[in-house]
């Protein structure tokens, strides 16, 4: 018999006598590691990733998940655990507390100002991000996607927020 072994009878055996004869005794495996130490942030992401390449449709319903547009997808990501964001990426903008840029982290609500509708200042695109400077959201072509927040979005980025 191995050491592990006897000293699981040996509590089984102890407790027995402490408890009783007729006493039961179930031991449960342990949790696994893995998902305790996931972020909730990086459980919304992954969860959002399930959705890679489902297109983009401006003004798209919050009751389906065959289209989104950027603020209906992260509306819908973030409620799966407890977060209800306003609809549109401008009233997202206004919710949870202020990060800085290089504060990010897993999670938080990333917002530009870009496309036609953009001046620069105005809120017109939210996205979620994902660490290492990658962001997960969905316009145009693509649906579903994730870019760098280096580059382009970086020209177009205004600001973040924290909703977690």
């Not at 179930?26 to 992401?45: H, R």
């Not at 977060?83 to 999670?107: D, E, F, H, I, Y």
């Not at 609500?109 to 017109?124: E, H, K, Q």
């Not at 979620?128 to 145009?140: A, D, F, Q, R």
Request: charged share 15%.
């Amino acid at each position: 018999m191995n050491r592990q072994n006897w000293i699981k009878k040996a509590v089984v055996i102890s407790l027995s006598a402490t408890l009783g004869a007729g006493a039961v005794l179930t031991v449960a495996p342990p949790a696994p590691v893995e998902a305790a130490s996931v972020s909730k942030g990086t459980q919304v992401v992954n969860f959002g990733k399930q959705y890679m390449g489902t297109p983009y449709k401006f003004g798209a319903s919050t009751s389906t998940t065959s289209v989104f547009d950027c603020s209906s997808f992260m509306k819908h990501i973030f409620k799966k655990y407890g977060v209800n964001l306003p609809r549109t990426s401008a009233a997202q903008s206004k919710v949870g507390t202020a990060v800085s840029k290089s504060n990010l982290k897993a999670g938080d609500l990333v917002f530009f100002s870009s496309g036609s509708r953009a001046n620069g200042s105005n809120v017109t695109h939210v996205a979620v991000y994902m660490g290492n400077n990658k962001i997960l959201h969905t316009y145009g072509k693509p649906g579903v996607t994730i870019s760098s927040l280096t580059g382009n979005w970086s020209k177009t980025y205004l600001k973040a927020r924290r909703v977690l």
